[in-house]
């Protein structure tokens, strides 16, 4: 009977030395797999010809054909401030924004990287039909909005209206700023709730054609003269380091995306209507698409020194209080990509 208790007990102290080893190999095997290479992919982007490159690189597949067994997951933004949350927080690992928000948080001490460009210009101010208001001098007393405060088209207003001697209410000055999602702007201006907006195109466009909006500022008229870059590759510097190959194979991607949107304008023009308006529920036409795409260069470079700029200016305006951002672009890897295509 002893012996019997005893044998018992043996196997049961090998079972338990069994589960012991096999647990250690399956948490081993997980870090190892957390080191490497991840099964998924997350790229975020806003609904704009800005992140032409990214909506051409979902609809035609040529992010998901690159990246292979790695599947690529997409979401859609309203604006780079929130686009940039889910990138720090850890719910995307990619996304395409403009500069302000990914500098905002790169200052406020985000680990986050620019990879490269994906456009510049493409912004634009616009006013209402019947606002009476032809240039930016004449935003005095006036109502206007941009979709975020302080975003990119906020810190581009705000500069011109500077150069005119004009603030906003909230600096003293008596121009009434307001903050909406481009996609409600149409009706507030059609309604004579907003006299002028600073966007990115379509919506520019869409305005001309719609209810009549005419465009005061042209891309290129805009700070920087449109050189400045709308929409940049960004990531967070743990997610780059961690996982290098499925970064370059994502900025091979994102080169293919922008050169097939040069080389054929026209195939372009249906492929971001059709993606547009799948997601905005509000169909565009081809001459809104082509004429957006006319006040936009769809690019992967990016002037640093542009950046610095819009950091200072930025800061004057009360923005930033910190001006660092040096470290904040990094395009050796997709430099290396561009050399080696």
Known sequence: MRDIVKKRSWVRRKMMLVILITTMLLVVGCGQQDAGES????????PNITHAAAIVGVEQGIFQEELGSTLVQTQVFPNGSLLMDAIVTGQIDIGYAGPEPIINRYLQ????VVLGGAASGGNVVVASRDSGVRNVAELASKVVATPALGCTHDIEL?????????HMENSGGNVAHRTQKPALMINLMEQGELDAVSVSEPWASLMEEKIGAKVIVEWDEMPWDGKLPSALLVASKQFVEEHPEIVRKLLKAHLASIEQI??????????????ISNLTKSKLSSAVIEKSLQRTRITHQV???VLNELVSKAAKLGFFEKTDVDGLVDTTILDEVARNK
């Open 39 to 46: 099964n998924t992919l997350r790229v975020g982007y806003f």
């Open 109 to 112: 001490g985000a680990d986050v």
């Open 158 to 166: 705000r500069a011109l209206m500077a150069e005119e001697g004009l």
């Open 262 to 275: 040069n080389k054929n304008p026209k195939e372009a023009v249906k492929v971001v209507n059709t993606h």
């Open 303 to 305: 002037d640093p020194k």
